[in-house]
C-alpha cells in the first residue's frame, strides 16, 4: 500500500458527497452571535445579518457554518466571523472558547424547534464580542447592530427562520441582557 492509499483530502467535499453524507451523518457547525460590549462585558448591541435563504424568502440570522474535516473549532469560527462580517470585523476570540449551549438541529421543524430541512446538525454556539467594522460579505445581504431590546422585539425575532429566534433569546439570557 503507497503513501497515497492513505492520504485524506481537507477540502471541502463534492455537491453530491456532501448531500450523500447530510443524510448519513450529523454534521458538526459553529453559531456566533455577534456582540458589542462596554467595559464591563454588558452586551449593548447585537449584530444579526440579512441572507437570502434557498427558497427565495430573506432571513435575519447569526453567523453560521460548518467546521471542515480537521479544523479546530477556533479556526471555524474565525473563518466564518471573517466571511460573513467582512476582514475588517475584528472578533475577538476568548482564550478558551467554550459554547453558551449547543443547538440540534433537524430536518423535522417539531423535533427541537432548530429546524435544517438539509440535515441534522450539531451546532456549537458562542457570543463573539466584535470590535471593528462589519461589512457583510458573502452571501449576507446587510448587517445591523440592534440593542438588546429591540434584538429580542417579536418583529425581529419574527424575521428569523431555523430557530434562530430561539438562539438569539438563549445568547441574551447567557449574557443576562434578555428583557
Known amino acids: 500500500m503507497s ?3 492513505t492520504a485524506t483530502s481537507l477540502g471541502w467535499l463534492s455537491e453530491h458527497e456532501l448531500e450523500l453524507t447530510r443524510g448519513r451523518v450529523p454534521m458538526v457547525y459553529v453559531d456566533a452571535v ?12 447585537v449584530g444579526t445579518l440579512l441572507r ?3 427558497d427565495g424568502t430573506i432571513s435575519r440570522a447569526v453567523v ?5 474535516y480537521g479544523e479546530a473549532v ?11 462580517l467582512g476582514p475588517e470585523a475584528e472578533p475577538q476570540l476568548p482564550a478558551s472558547p467554550a459554547p453558551f449551549t ?29 470590535d471593528g467594522d462589519c461589512r457583510p460579505s458573502h452571501d449576507a445581504l446587510d448587517f445591523a447592530w440592534l440593542t438588546p431590546l429591540e434584538a429580542s422585539s417579536p418583529e425581529v425575532l419574527t424575521e428569523m ?12 439570557a447567557h449574557a443576562g441582557q434578555l428583557p
Open 161 to 172: 427562520s431555523g430557530g434562530q429566534d430561539r438562539l438569539l433569546r438563549l445568547a441574551l
Open 102 to 130: 449547543v443547538a440540534e438541529y433537524f430536518p423535522d421543524p417539531d423535533r427541537t424547534g432548530f429546524y435544517d430541512p438539509r440535515q441534522h446538525a450539531i451546532s456549537l454556539c458562542f457570543l463573539v464580542p466584535v
Open 34 to 45: 455577534p456582540v458589542r460590549v462596554d467595559h464591563l462585558g454588558r452586551v449593548e448591541r
Open 52 to 54: 437570502a435563504r434557498a
Open 74 to 84: 477556533r479556526d471555524a469560527l474565525w473563518r466564518h466571523l471573517n466571511k460573513d
Open 3 to 5: 503513501s497515497n492509499d
Open 64 to 68: 453560521s457554518g460548518r467546521v471542515l
